[in-house]
């Protein structure tokens, strides 16, 4: 009887477990004892500007199972690390936007080198349909335990200073507590697979790579065929996961295309694990789950504060 009314309890309070849960069958005692709580759950999704027209049938298919996923595992919003309109057009932002709104968790989304090839202006009029909160091209999005700093480009893929200097102002103002930081490239030479390409700003790497909260960079661009690169590693003490380009891989070359979007799950205890989905795979692929912990997490999470 004790045991029924844990579990009744357990249940009515909506307690969500983390992917690598118990066996079917065990209790909820159980699964209670030996796994982590989840404190959020975030999908990402990379670059999509196909070319040369402008379909996008893989983003599409990975829109659709995110929301499938959602429906049984709920997310918390899906981020987007920029690229999704080849050069800005507006054929490929009518196209992207058939799709993204049909997003049922919230979407997050940065500019990319590809949408710095148009205007601002046009970025924000779709991303303000994919999203009615995103008004402002950088912003953050905090929660209790973890932030989440998003933060698009000032040209291309690279900052000027002004721009660096508000990232670092936002990691400076939100420690101690862990960031997790969303652009389009990661600094030059960060991933050997291309080490030219990326973010060349001076006060980034001065001021911004190194800074004590900063857990993790989140970027795309390279559009790295998963499979044979090393896509998720730790530098100093960042984290650094490479959400895969959803129509076009390029690294190491274009002779194969898997489509893929990876899953962020973060427990109360502070560990994170990021799995990787083929899209049309029901499950994730267990060689490309990566897992790392964030020491400084509270007991209790908050809804998220959207800051433009």
């Known amino acids: 009887m004790r045991a029924f009314f844990l579990a009744t309890i357990l249940f009515l309070s909506g307690c969500q477990l983390s992917q690598n849960g118990a066996t079917e069958g065990s209790s909820a005692q159980d699964q209670s004892q030996n796994q982590p709580t989840t404190l959020l759950r975030i999908a990402m999704i990379g670059d999509g500007e196909p070319k040369p027209l402008a379909e996008f049938p893989n983003m599409a298919a990975a829109i659709t199972q995110i929301n499938d996923i959602h429906d049984s595992s709920p997310f918390d919003f899906v981020l987007g690390v920029g690229d999704i309109a080849h050069k800005g057009t507006l054929i490929q932002y009518e196209a992207a936007t058939a799709e993204l709104t049909r997003l049922e968790p919230p979407f997050y989304p940065i500019m990319g080198n ?35 700093v998003f933060a698009s480009p ?61 857990v993790a960079m989140i970027t795309g661009d390279l559009h790295m065929d998963m499979e044979r690169v090393n896509h998720s590693k730790k530098l100093g003490n960042t984290h650094y996961l490479h959400i895969p380009g959803l129509e076009r891989t390029k690294i190491p070359d274009e002779t194969n295309h898997s489509p893929m979007f990876r899953v962020m799950e973060i427990s109360h205890d502070g560990l994170v694990t990021v799995f990787t989905y083929a899209v049309g795979e029901s499950e994730p692929r267990a060689s490309l789950t990566y897992s790392f912990e964030v020491p400084g997490f509270g007991s209790s999470p908050s809804d998220g504060d959207y800051d433009s």
Not at 121 to 136: D, G, I
Not at 154 to 162: A, K
Not at 183 to 207: C, M, S, W
């Open 114 to 148: 590809e949408e710095r090839e148009s205007t601002v202006e046009r970025y924000l009029e779709y991303a303000s349909q994919w999203n009615e909160e995103v008004t402002q091209i950088r912003y953050v999005k905090e929660y209790d335990e973890v932030a989440f």
């Open 154 to 214: 000032d040209e291309g893929r690279d900052f000027y200073d002004d721009g660096a200097a508000w990232v670092r102002d936002q990691l400076v103002a939100l420690a101690p507590k862990p960031v997790m930081l969303i652009v389009h490239g990661a600094q030059v030479g960060a991933y050997p697979e291309n080490p030219d390409k990326g973010i060349t700003n001076e006060l980034f790497a001065r001021e911004v790579v190194g800074q004590p909260n900063l």
